[in-house]
């Protein structure tokens, strides 16, 4: 389910209540839920959402292996946007459109194991299996970022690692 922001429809929560049938309330459920994505800048991307709405309450059988098959390609499509953004030669374009992929990816991810998992100590496990395997890559895609925007202000990258752990040190010493 891919979710481009080029031309697109992003709404409130409100219209997205009033699109879906469902009360405000019952939209914040199902991001909770990780039924629906989760916001980005307070707004849902409405093709998305009614796509995974839809196939939530009434998909069937050949709707999944659809949504897996497009999850297979996105799948692997992120793979090489990743691929390229972790090239030394790579742009600050390519991270973020490889970050951007990464979190869409991870997202249907986490679509699939909330609607399909038959209990939630099931859920819980794949969840986290999933959230560390996503935490680890896009700290893999930040740090190039990091590392690109370093080199063009002129700053060592060694520099700003050490400035992030000296925060992290301090706010655990204050925890």
């Known amino acids: ?31 909770a839920d990780r039924i629906l994505p989760e916001p980005r800048d307070g707004r849902f991307h ?34 090489a946007l990743v691929d390229e953004a972790l090239n030394p030669a790579s742009t600050i374009d390519q991270v973020r459109e490889a970050c951007r992929a990464t979190e869409n990816l991870f997202s249907d991810i986490r679509f699939d194991i909330a609607a399909k998992s038959k209990t939630g ?25 990091i590392e690109i925007v370093a080199a063009e202000r002129g700053i060592e990258f060694e520099s700003i690692v050490d400035g992030f752990r000296a925060e992290i040190a301090q706010a655990e010493a204050t925890a």
């Open 46 to 79: 409405l093709p998305s959402c009614m796509a995974r709405y839809q196939l939530f309450r009434h998909g069937q059988r050949e709707d999944w292996f659809a949504f897996w098959e497009q999850l297979k390609e996105d799948a692997e499509h992120t793979q």
């Open 121 to 145: 100590a099931e859920r819980e496990l794949f969840s986290q299996v999933w959230e560390e395997r996503e935490n680890r890559l896009m700290g893999l895609i930040v740090s190039r970022g």
């Open 1 to 31: 389910m891919k979710s481009s922001s080029k031309n697109s429809t992003w709404v409130t929560q409100k219209t997205l209540s009033n699109e879906l049938g469902v009360t405000d309330r019952r939209i914040r459920q199902m991001v």
